[in-house]
């Protein structure tokens, strides 16, 4: 089973970057669609961005097109989330997904199977 451990997130003042990182353990994470969510205190979780197995295409949020950029390194089994121009909106816990059986971009919750304990984003005015 695939583990996924989200790392890079903090606290940062509006308009500054982060990056967050997913490692997986799994051995065919290459053959897996990638997203990341993200979960605001009494919010649902909502979609932030995908990418497909080859990295060769990608999906946002249209709350985050322009500012963020999802990427993969299957080489390190890993996928980033690179955050500019945050905004204290983005403040949430941040959750990287991980989806077998659709190599493509995903934006739909129920097309992942596997998800990581989530790192937290917190971003000041």
């Known amino acids: 089973q695939e583990q996924l451990v989200e790392s890079g997130g903090g606290l940062v003042q509006a308009g500054g970057s982060l990056r967050l990182s997913c490692a997986a353990s799994g051995r065919t994470f290459s053959r897996y669609g990638m997203g990341w969510f993200r979960q605001a205190p009494g919010k649902e979780r909502e979609f932030v961005a995908a990418i497909s197995w080859s990295g060769g295409s990608s999906y946002y949020a249209d709350s985050v097109k322009g500012r963020f950029t999802i990427s993969r390194d299957n080489a390190k089994n890993t996928v980033y989330l690179q955050m500019n121009s945050l905004k204290p909106e983005d403040t949430a816990v941040y959750y990287c997904?991980?989806?077998?059986?659709?190599?493509?971009?995903?934006?739909?919750?129920?097309?992942?199977?596997?998800w990581g304990q989530g790192t937290q984003v917190t971003v000041s005015s």
């Open positions: 997904a991980a989806a077998m059986s659709m190599p493509g971009a995903t934006s739909r919750r129920s097309d992942y199977d596997y």
